[in-house]
């Protein structure tokens, strides 16, 4: 099949470079339409309570609880001063007239209770609820940012509450992108002309990189116009559609260069090339495309989104680098190496080489080494036995977003954390229920944590009936249906173990009604339920398959085993440094975050299938080119080394430029964000340094040649099914300069 398409490529060559010049066109016109239909939101399981009851508040009370808060500060003063409550009720009035704001609500409009009044008496609260779908409520939270954010009179204000937050974090990202590829890509270039010492061989791997950029914002802007998906995934699809690119079209380079060297004719050099190295790069990116497709069977589509992003890049990265990138070469021949930089790097035999001395010294001390590199990824991994697993909320920003510091004036100077209430909701419940609604509003109001229950039947506070109101039976129970909810004011950071706490015991209460908890903590609670329960099978979908894939590869059984166990024990060190970095707060000045003493909960599900995939990716590589040489020479030990040797460089470079990409997204001012370039970028330096250099030369050595063996059945299986390359018996004729090319092979090794 690769023999085919090499060919194929080689005799329509400028029909293929046509055709994607074509692609490059249209989906950098309409791919641009992808922001405009991504969404913030994605981290809830639509089929859980919490949504549930979120949907009963949206049909029938216009959403229920506030998720819009302007918080007015007057500098010393108070605000029952005259003319500052005019000043604050003409705030009110002008917030009122924004379109898609409903419910609004003050300080002053509601007989100025005492929870929406700061505790020094200078700061209140006007509440609203703004309605819509996504694109409509970035709208109004922009336009209430613009007309009310700022001095207004004698007040300070400041626009909070959840859909402030989320439009913050979404604004955040975007420009994040732009700073990371304008960091990332000139890295990226730098380091690309070090490898090649070729301008024209380094800016090969960008033009399959833009290939798989601008394909996968297409894919994300067709998928997006019919299903939800989440915005964070156009970071994945930079990163990784960069850092796929690169190394597929390192591995496909790099080959070519070294047939070149060999003495091939042009033709003959992309053919075997694309049977060799092409074989490798669909492997691998099978296995990574593997990887990331088991995220489809989480019900968030913040983790479904990454799959949608993921797959669609790796598999467009594939067809740059198995189609367009050697027609490419076709038509360039032996140019890929000009426009020169630097001296030519002499040709050294292998056994001379750095990557195959590391490994001859790693196979004579095999047990110590692997002892020890593998005491040293479990210690690094260990923080993680402790890790905490939490919800995104304004901490995620940085302290100058206006949302962060409204909602950390509602946390330090309110009695009641208002801005995090969350909802109770009674399906079936009528106003002619009033008693039970009032039992069980007293009921939840003496429960640990609870500032106050706001319902139908009045406030309670401590189990009190404190203050009624005509309107709250207006508020609370819908006219012409039997439901109704309260509002549960917690006097604490929700998103927390305490948060979850209180939602558990909500659940777990014997009310005279039936109700469903809402809000950010029953959200959290759910998605970890759910996040839970797929597990297993997003785990056993990635190891089935990647044995199977890596069988094809290799022919062996404990190969594709040994690749496993290895490369989760190199991800139980970024996890443990995930931790110890962003759970525990160390670095936070340096990196300029917040620790809010949690992950991300969804954050390390995603995090360990992009890095599975791009482990299996480097593991691939490595194998490829062991397995080649040991089906031409049989010896073990020399395969390996020479294995080692092939690609070491290639994997090392392939594993910094990655790096790069992912660490350039470290600046993000979103924390999760700032937490998934860092993680991934610390996971492919560990598993091409540690894991690559010293561990997989020692345990293959340790099991010798019963690393090839495999049941008789199964034998048979590969011999028919298995990945094989061509038959390489393609002439070698020597071309002009041929001797000129051979120090280039050094660019392989």
């Known amino acids: 099949m690769l023999t085919r398409l090499g060919r194929f490529t080689v005799r329509r060559r400028r029909l293929v470079l046509s ?22 939101a994605g981290f809830d399981d639509p089929g859980s309570e919490s949504v549930r009851a979120q949907e009963l508040l949206d049909e029938h009370f216009a959403g229920g609880e506030p998720n819009v808060v302007l918080v007015l500060t007057a500098d010393g003063r108070s605000v029952d001063d005259a003319d500052l409550v005019a000043e604050g009720e003409a705030i009110a009035a002008r917030l009122d007239a924004i379109e898609g704001v409903e419910q609004v609500a003050s300080y002053w409009s509601l007989g100025s209770p005492p929870p929406l009044r700061s505790n020094d008496g200078d700061t209140a609260l006007v509440l609203a609820r703004v309605t819509g779908d996504d694109a409509a409520i970035d709208e109004a939270v922009t336009a209430i940012d613009g007309e009310l954010a700022g001095q207004q009179g004698g007040f300070e204000v400041l626009l909070g509450g959840q859909q402030a937050v989320f439009a913050d974090i979404g604004h955040t990202i975007e420009g994040d992108l732009l700073r990371a590829e304008l960091i990332a890509i000139p890295l990226t270039l730098m380091l690309l002309l070090f490898v090649f010492r070729g301008v024209v061989a380094a800016s090969l791997p960008l033009f399959v990189g833009l290939i798989a950029v601008f394909g996968t914002f297409l894919s994300l802007f067709v998928i997006g116009s019919v299903t939800d998906v989440s915005i964070y995934a156009i970071n994945l699809t930079t990163a990784l559609g960069l850092g796929l690119a690169i190394d597929y ?23 075997r090339t694309v049977e060799t190295a092409g074989k490798t790069v669909l492997i691998s990116a099978l296995t990574v495309a593997v990887s990331l497709s088991a995220l489809l069977v989480f019900p968030l589509y913040f983790l479904r989104s990454f799959a949608y992003a993921g797959v669609a890049v790796v598999l467009l990265a594939l067809a740059g680098s198995l189609l367009a990138l050697p027609a490419l070469l076709a038509v360039l021949g032996t140019r890929v190496n000009a426009l020169r930089i630097g001296r030519r790097r002499e040709a050294r035999p292998d056994h001379e080489g750095l990557w195959h001395r590391i490994a001859v010294f790693v196979m004579r001390r095999p047990v110590p080494i692997a002892a020890t590199a593998v005491a040293v990824l479990l210690l690094l991994g260990a923080p993680f036995l402790r890790v905490s697993f939490g919800a995104p909320d304004d901490r995620v920003l940085p302290t100058s977003a206006g949302s962060r510091q409204a909602s950390e004036i509602l946390r330090a100077d309110f ?6 209430s969350f909802g109770v909701v009674a399906d079936g419940v009528g106003a002619g229920r009033i008693d039970d609604i009032a039992a069980s509003a007293a009921t939840i109001s003496v429960m640990p944590g609870v500032d106050r229950v706001d319902s139908a039947a009045g406030t309670f506070v401590a189990g009190e009936l404190v203050a009624t109101s005509p309107a709250d039976a207006r508020f609370f129970a819908a006219d012409g249906a039997e439901i109704t909810w309260m509002s549960v004011v917690p006097d604490f950071a929700v998103v927390s173990e305490q948060g979850e706490q209180l939602v558990d ?15 950010s903590a029953a959200s959290l609670v759910d998605t970890k339920a759910a996040i839970r329960d797929a597990l297993p099978w997003a785990l056993t979908i990635i190891v089935v398959a990647t044995l199977v894939l890596l069988f094809l590869l290799a022919g062996s059984l404990l190969v594709p085993i040994k690749a496993l166990v290895l490369n989760a024990l190199s991800l139980t060190a970024t996890f443990g440094a995930m931790v110890w970095i962003f759970q525990d707060g160390n670095l936070s000045e340096l990196l300029g975050f917040t620790a809010t003493g949690t992950l991300e909960a969804s954050m390390p599900i995603l995090m360990f299938c992009v890095a599975f995939g791009l482990s299996m990716d480097y593991e691939v590589f490595l194998l490829s080119r062991i397995k080649e040489e040991h089906d031409r020479t049989g ?6 080394a020479l294995g080692l040797e092939r690609t070491g460089s290639i994997v090392t470079a392939a594993a910094a430029l990655l790096a790069i990409t992912f660490f350039a997204f470290g600046t993000s001012g979103v924390s999760f964000i700032k937490m998934f370039g860092i993680g991934l970028g610390i996971a492919v330096l560990m598993d091409a ?4 250099a ?12 019963a690393n090839w063996w495999a049941p008789a059945p199964l034998r048979r299986f590969h011999d028919r ?20 090319h051979r120090e280039l092979v050094g660019a392989g090794r």
């Open 19 to 40: 055709f994607t010049v074509l692609f490059l066109v249209v989906a950098a016109v309409l791919g641009g339409g992808a922001f405009g239909v991504l969404k913030t």
């Open 249 to 271: 079209s390192l591995f496909i380079v790099s080959r070519f260069r070294e047939e070149l060297a060999a003495g091939r004719s042009v033709e003959a050099a992309v053919v």
């Open 415 to 420: 009695s009641g954390n208002t801005a995090e």
């Open 505 to 519: 015991d909500i659940r777990a209460l014997e009310l005279p009604i039936d109700v469903a908890v809402q809000g």
């Open 635 to 640: 010896d073990n030990e020399a395969a390996v």
């Open 689 to 692: 340094t540690i894991v690559r």
């Open 694 to 705: 010293f561990l997989v030369p020692a345990f293959m050595r340790l099991a010798g040649n």
């Open 721 to 740: 099914f298995g990945l094989k390359e061509g038959d390489g018996h393609e002439p070698v004729v020597p071309q002009a300069g041929a001797a000129d």
